[in-house]
């Protein structure tokens, strides 16, 4: 879909449809008579009210080049934020194309020539436009062929924000489609190779680890994760360094990629099994960052570690009770196979520590526990360091992304003893998100950190107004306006 932004009205412009925001309880004030006539009606008549996502079309108005007007509700004026403008990109862009609508001229009036709230808009337009059906013969989605900004008497720097708002949701949907191959076609070395042609595309720096130079580092974590699956692992690492970065500042991205989860000797229940393609969700956010941080070019250092691995049984699966080392040399009792996630992350977070990296977020999908403290809603974030987290969640703020942060108290260490290791690799029943991040914590030690468990938020069954069923690309867009925010 092509994004673009003009500077002028909107009665002359060639579109199958024209849009006009609609404020909750007001009807829009719009420069042509039928419009504004129709606009009126409607809300005199409570057809249209302006709620969120309400969408209302009138065919052929008078005055108008365009073959449609059609009015979207943006809820009350005084609430809009760039996060309900995200939103209303995607409703009206799925909206739209469902009804065979190629081109749509979006009217951008003063109380939307915001940066923040253009850039939003296309960054909802942008992933509005995904639909999960690659791999069907004969696709039933629809998509737009263009999406036009009209900012009449709006600033130069609109032009900016929507092309980073494009950028932006264009690596969101790269992730979105990794994140929806099946596993038969996205194992861990194939994600390692659509890494490598999109570092090498971006002018990205791309170094793949195999697993003989990861057992030559002493990686037993993670290599026995992998060592039930006839598929090789990999720890794909991905650097950005500007010409002249922040003094002082590595930024360390790190993300679980699991191509598929099967819980290993302790496996899953076959009731939703499918899903765990996307158990390399938060891989996949981050390889899809650091596709937008090559295009925006924040001035900081950033290094992206993915280490990817596929979790089967066999019989040479790991076992519950098996003791394995990890590179930073401490010891773990493996007691449950599915909590692979953190045996491959701490091999990974050693490493990043010593490629110098002193600023870490990590997003993986860890724990269902998460899903029961959060639900869909909340992406739970963990901490070292205070200052660091409200830097992150300030990021995410901006990006849109709802974080809450979780308690990370020395009380629940307790929980995480082995009489026979350094270290179990699950706690007991209870706050198990929790125990996890504390597990992760002990591989990190002083690095600021902040480990964000998106489990429950990397994947909608439901599609939304904005949002198409199944990988959500959750993460993304948080990295992205961190590096930007360290780079300023």
Request: aromatic share 6%; with cysteine.
């Amino acid at each position: 879909m092509k994004t673009s932004i003009q500077y002028q009205g909107f009665k002359t412009v060639a579109a199958d449809a024209v849009v006009f925001a609609a404020s909750e309880g007001v009807a829009p004030s719009i420069d042509n008579a039928a419009v504004s006539q129709w606009a009126a009606d409607l809300y005199a008549s409570g057809e249209f009210t302006g709620k969120a996502f309400e969408i209302a079309v009138l065919h052929q108005p008078a005055g108008l080049t365009a073959k449609r007007a059609v009015l979207v509700g943006i809820g009350k004026l005084e609430k809009l934020d760039s996060a309900m403008a995200r939103k209303v990109g995607g409703a009206v862009v799925r909206t739209l194309k469902a009804k065979s609508i190629g081109s749509v001229a979006m009217v951008v009036d003063a109380s939307l020539q915001k940066a923040e709230l253009v850039q939003a808009l296309a960054e909802g337009a942008v992933a509005g436009d995904f639909e999960p059906d690659e791999h069907k013969s004969k696709k039933d989605s629809k998509h737009l062929e263009s999406f036009l900004l009209l900012a009449e008497g709006g600033s130069t720097e609109l032009a900016e924000a929507l092309r980073n708002g494009a950028v932006i949701g264009e690596a969101q949907n790269f992730a979105r489609a990794l994140v929806n191959e099946p596993g038969n076609l996205l194992t861990p070395l194939k994600l390692a190779s659509r890494a490598r042609e999109m570092a090498e595309a971006q002018g990205l720096g791309c170094d793949i680890l195999d697993e003989d130079r990861m057992k030559q580092l002493g990686m037993g974590s993670l290599l026995c994760v992998s060592q039930g699956s006839a598929e090789p692992p990999a720890l794909i690492v991905l650097s950005y360094k500007p010409a002249n970065p922040m003094p002082g500042i590595h930024l360390g991205l790190v993300g679980k990629g699991v191509t598929f989860d099967t819980g290993g000797i302790s496996i899953k229940p076959s009731e939703n099994m499918e899903k765990m393609k996307y158990d390399m969700a938060g891989g996949a956010a981050v390889i899809g960052a650091m596709l937008a941080i090559a295009q925006l070019k924040p001035n900081v250092e950033v290094t992206a570690f993915v280490p990817t691995v596929e979790n089967m049984p066999s019989s040479k699966a790991v076992r519950p009770g098996d003791i394995v080392t990890s590179m930073a040399g401490k010891t773990i009792e493996v007691l449950n196979t599915d909590a692979e996630g953190r045996l491959i992350l701490i091999d990974a977070i050693t490493y990043a520590k010593q490629m110098g990296v002193n600023r870490m977020v990590d997003a993986a999908t860890l724990t269902g526990a998460i899903s029961i403290a959060l639900g869909a809603v909340n992406v739970g974030a963990f901490s070292n360091d205070e200052a660091w987290q409200s830097e992150v969640l300030g990021a995410a703020k901006a990006a849109g992304e709802k974080m809450w942060p979780m308690p990370m108290d020395e009380e629940y260490k307790d929980l995480l003893k082995s009489a026979f290791a350094d270290m179990p690799n699950i706690g007991s029943r209870g706050a198990g998100s929790i125990t996890a991040a504390l597990f992760l914590k002990e591989w990190v030690e002083d690095t600021p950190w902040v480990h964000l468990d998106i489990a429950g938020t990397a994947w909608i069954d439901d599609g939304k107004a904005w949002l198409s069923k199944g990988p959500t690309g959750v993460g993304l867009r948080s990295f992205v306006a961190l590096a930007q925010r360290l780079g300023s």
